[in-house]
């Protein structure tokens, strides 16, 4: 397979004035960006006469400071970006990009205090696409800070992170492709409890056990006769497979500080945060765990397809869901110019850089345990999961991260979980200008075995 490439979007709220910015100072708060004519001198009344030149300006001062910082990074922490020399899409995604409209912003529908006297407007900040290194995913954690201490913003429940992944500009390998379908169709809940509940089950990106065509016999025997993609039943020997193979986390060394129970419980203590406008989708209906498609079952009718249509068609109901696969879409007529990768689009908005960075190794780490793991590794993890979804055995995020070889992103998601972060940014009326800081070198330094994940068991 091609070194694996990602790029992440980020969506926030920038706000500016056009009156005297003084009055706005908070010297725990980013400053206002000022667009006021006290303060540009320079602006002639006609710039102030368009709501195009006022965007045209704050995308050119957030591009003009995202510029400066990288020129600021040592070489350490700068990515490389992806070769795509003669690919007509990606061979624009070489460069930081700022855009407006671009972003599923909805406004309030009653006015802030906070907000009196200050305009906004959504901007999304995408990267380029770059190898998945070290120096790439610091590159991305020092512009999401550098925004968040430059800019005055917010990043309501409706803003969103995605994060793209792929293999340059190449389309990714048919079985690998199948195992990464396969491992988020499975891994879909657990990944989940990384993020809000205001994500999981919203009108744009909805879970996927809800809005796949899988385990649907109607959608299947389409798939087959309608649009002639070929979908084989198959006799993989499971039982075999999770007998043998030997989970990663049993191997690991991590410090629990929270239980198997306790994501589940922070979740369902979320449910009763007054959502206001961003309530989910699905009114009078019970967040409930969803009990069908059967996890086993649809990735084993994952495994059996021949084509990446008949993947794409069968986990994609439409271009709406947690992840999109629309790129190898045999039904790929919405998008003008579709990039080929596949999109996250879970998390919530997000300037912490450092859980920015977390998360895009996170989503690249799904596909590099899809390249290299043995076959009986990835069916255990989906045996595990299916397992726990049945069966509700003791199976959450912090084991699944670990079983991928993510014990340091299982230590920033324990850490975020702890201090109440995964709930508490998208409900700030503004953020801290600070770079959130992290606990350092527990998930390589701790010696204490979590004895708990030693309870991995195959029936």
Known sequence: MDPLTFSVELEAVYFFTLGPVDIYNDPHLAPVVDMSPQGNPDFTMHDYGRWDDTKAEMIRRVSCAIENCLCGLPQSCRGEVASLEGDPVLSRYQDWKVETNKATVIRDPEPRPEYEGLWKLDLEVQSPMMYATEGSFKEVEAVANMLRASFRAAVPPCCEMRVLVGAGSNLVPFPIFIRIAAICW???????????????????????????????????????????????????????????????????????????????????????????????????????????????????????????????????????????????????????????????????????????????????????????????????????????????????????????????????????????RNTGEPFRTFLSSDAITYEDGVADGNHETDRATHSGRAR
């Not at 045999?330 to 908005?349: L, R, S």
């Not at 069966?391 to 850490?415: P, W």
């Open 186 to 420: 499975a891994v879909d809940r657990f990944l989940q409890q990384m993020h809000p509940i205001s994500r999981h089950y919203n009108r744009w990106h909805g879970a996927r056990r809800q809005t796949a065509r899988l385990d649907q016999a109607e959608a299947v025997e389409e798939a087959e006769q309608v649009k002639a993609i070929p979908v084989e039943k198959q006799d993989i020997p499971i039982l075999e497979y999770v007998n043998r193979a030997r989970p990663k986390r049993l191997s690991t060394e991590f410090k629990r500080t929270l239980s198997r129970n306790d994501f589940n419980l922070i979740l369902f203590q979320e449910r009763n945060i007054c959502l206001g406008p961003y309530r989910p989708y699905l009114p009078g209906r019970p967040l409930t765990r969803i009990d069908r498609p059967n996890i086993l079952q649809g990735a084993i009718q994952l495994f059996g397809c021949r084509s990446y249509g008949a993947v794409a068609y069968l986990i994609n109901h439409n271009s709406l869901g947690v992840y999109n696969f629309n790129y190898y879409s045999d039904e790929n007529t919405e998008y003008k110019d579709p990039k080929a990768t596949v999109e996250f689009c879970t998390a919530a908005g997000s300037l912490d850089g450092h859980w920015v960075s977390t998360h895009a190794r996170i989503c690249t780490g799904i596909a590099q345990f899809a390249a290299s793991a043995a076959e009986e590794n990835v069916w255990r993890m989906i045996y595990e999961c299916h397992d726990a979804d049945m069966e509700g055995t003791e199976y959450d995020l912090i084991d699944l991260l670990l079983d991928l070889g993510l014990a340091k992103e299982a230590e920033t998601v324990q850490y975020r979980f702890k201090m109440n």
